[in-house]
């Protein structure tokens, strides 16, 4: 068994070079080289700083530099990234039956979703890279989310101000995007092998259900959402400190 120590380094290592684009094969056979021999070296009473011979962040930009990047995966992995992006803006409105289309949403959404990108791989890159503790990658997290929520509910609000829209939904057009929207939650699910990109959009649309449905007041709304937005960001935490342990 590794160390605590050397099991975050490892995990570390391994967000920082999958968030680099790095070829997953190559990942996975350097991680279980490395893993193999930091368990030998920690035998004999050493650690892993007696083996890199470098800072950590030295070490991992090395790594970075000598390995390939799979430019094939690349492609592969960003439209089903900004098809996710968008129907999670989407879903919200056509469940409260307020499905609209105009010029800033249309322009707004795709420069969101590739700000957006730009945001989470830096924030995943710096933290394996200069060793985020989980408290810190958590808070990390939030506030990553937080940027990029906020920077779509801007667009939201001053297309609906400033811009008429060229489509009002009705209610065949809300169902319409709700099952699109489904669709592609659950087919990202299945090729991923992770349930992450069902449980995200469905405690983010439990205040629009709540709101669509019921007569609950403002305030019991508000506090429906950030229940569902905490609830939201457990789930992921946990997803993570999962997938680290297998």
């Known amino acids: 068994?590794?160390?605590?120590?050397?099991?975050?380094?490892?995990d570390n290592l391994k967000m920082y070079l999958m968030m680099s684009g790095k070829n997953e094969r190559e990942i996975t056979e350097l991680i279980e080289e490395l893993t193999d021999h930091l368990m030998e070296v920690e035998k004999s009473g050493r650690?892993?700083?007696?083996i890199i011979d470098q800072t950590p962040e030295q070490y991992m930009a090395s790594l970075k530099q000598e390995m390939t990047t799979d430019y094939k995966r690349i492609v592969k992995l960003l439209p089903v990234y900004f098809l996710g992006i968008i129907a999670y803006?989407?879903?919200?409105?056509?469940?409260?039956g307020e499905f609209q289309l105009n010029i800033i949403q249309v322009i707004g959404l795709p420069i969101l979703a590739v700000l957006g990108l730009g945001v989470y791989v830096?924030?995943?890159?710096?933290?394996g890279r200069k060793q985020y503790s989980k408290k810190k990658f958590f808070l990390g997290g939030v506030l990553a989310s937080m940027i990029v929520t906020t920077l779509a509910i801007l667009i939201m609000l001053v297309s609906t101000i400033f811009v008429d829209p060229f489509f009002v939904g009705g209610t065949t057009a809300d169902l319409v995007v709700v099952f699109i929207c489904s669709s592609i939650f659950i087919a990202t699910a299945i090729w991923s092998k992770s349930w992450v990109s069902i449980w995200i959009p469905v405690f983010l649309i439990i205040p629009d259900v709540c709101t669509r449905f019921t007569n609950w007041s403002i305030e019991s709304i508000l506090i429906i959402s950030m229940t569902?937005?905490?609830?939201?960001?457990?789930?992921?935490?946990?997803?993570?400190l999962i997938t680290d342990k297998k």
């Open 1 to 10: 068994m590794l160390s605590a120590k050397s099991e975050q380094f490892i």
């Open 89 to 96: 803006f989407l879903i919200g409105p056509a469940v409260r």
């Open 122 to 127: 830096y924030f995943l890159q710096n933290a």
């Open 228 to 240: 569902s937005f905490v609830f939201m960001f457990v789930v992921l935490i946990l997803t993570i």
């Open 47 to 50: 650690s892993i700083h007696d």
